[in-house]
């Protein structure tokens, strides 16, 4: 499926971020567990190269823990502090922990000039990626607007977390063109791309193809499918008349079937899954015959 997204709100999302990286410390990073690679935005690497970084892979209750870790040691291997994020008090409380430990160095240069200053970190990642849920759950109430669908947040809103701890919301942001669009159909997926731009039986189509994909047997079962060789809009068939999505005359109710299909995946109610493996370390062989990762 063909998928183009840059709307307007997009460029001002770029313009607000670069106008206020200035007045920060840090910059949190925030991805999907599920898609760690796909959910990142690549133009984010040149604006905020100059600040420190960590990264926080999202919803990591929903994703597969060992490709997590996977994951995590390969963004270790390209030098970024990450961690697995989920809304629990304990792993707020971690991500909150690593964002201090981030900062020890501003932190400490301040202390050493005797200056008493707030540390300030932005959170910045693609739309409906859980950045202002994160804030709330830093803040312990609901202070930055969240919602189901990308683009809620419109504008730059700092939110004070701590005595020493201030975070910026910025809205998501998506690069300017969508060239690989296996990733732009997995930022659909979770709902990152509104429905509105694209062919949503087809989405559904795909997501049931990678779903058998990756999980087969509890996809099957799930969505009552009876033949497991079907694939493309014979999914959305077989789901309808296995979970009953059918109108008057048993005509199959495909509209119903792509908003449960959908729904069911973004809550996390299909299980946990990653749709994306992690790349292998590469082996390098040194002059005396031994290896390097």
Not at 43 to 57: N, P
Not at 107 to 129: C, D, F, S, Y
Not at 169 to 193: E, F, S, V
Request: aromatic letters at 6%; proline letters at 5%; glycine letters at 6%.
């Amino acid at each position: 499926m063909n998928i183009q997204w840059y709307p307007g709100h997009m460029a001002k999302a770029k313009r607000l971020l670069s106008a206020q990286l200035g007045k920060v410390d840090l910059v949190v990073e925030l991805c999907d567990a599920r898609l760690p690679l796909s959910s990142r935005n690549p133009a984010l690497d040149e604006l905020i190269r100059h600040k420190r970084r960590v990264l926080l892979l999202c919803k990591a209750d929903l994703a597969e823990p060992a490709k997590t870790q996977q994951w995590l040691a390969y963004f270790k291997r390209m030098g970024l502090e990450a961690m697995a994020y989920d809304k629990s008090p304990q792993k707020t409380k971690q991500a909150k922990q690593l964002i201090e430990l981030a900062a020890k160095d501003v932190l400490e240069r301040n202390q050493r000039r005797g200056i008493q200053k707030t540390l300030r970190a932005m959170v910045v990642g693609v739309p409906n990626v859980g950045k202002s849920t994160f804030i709330n759950r830093l803040y312990g109430g609901s202070i930055a607007k969240t919602g189901d669908r990308p683009g809620v947040t419109k504008s730059n809103q700092w939110v004070k977390v701590s005595p020493y701890l201030e975070v910026l919301d910025t809205p998501g942001m998506l690069w300017p063109k969508l060239n690989d669009q296996r990733a732009a159909t997995r930022l659909a997926y979770i709902g990152t791309i509104k429905d509105a731009v694209y062919d949503v039986y087809e989405l559904c189509a795909n997501l049931l193809e990678d779903l058998m994909d990756v999980m087969p047997a509890q996809t099957q079962t799930r969505y009552k499918i009876k033949d497991p060789s079907v694939r493309g809009y014979a999914l959305l068939d077989e789901v309808c008349r296995g979970r009953g999505f059918l109108l008057r005359g048993a005509e199959l109710d495909y509209d119903r079937c792509c908003s449960v299909v959908l729904d069911e995946f973004r809550e996390g109610k299909v299980g946990k899954l990653t749709l994306e493996e992690a790349p292998k370390p590469v082996r390098e062989e040194k002059p005396d015959g031994s290896e390097t990762v």
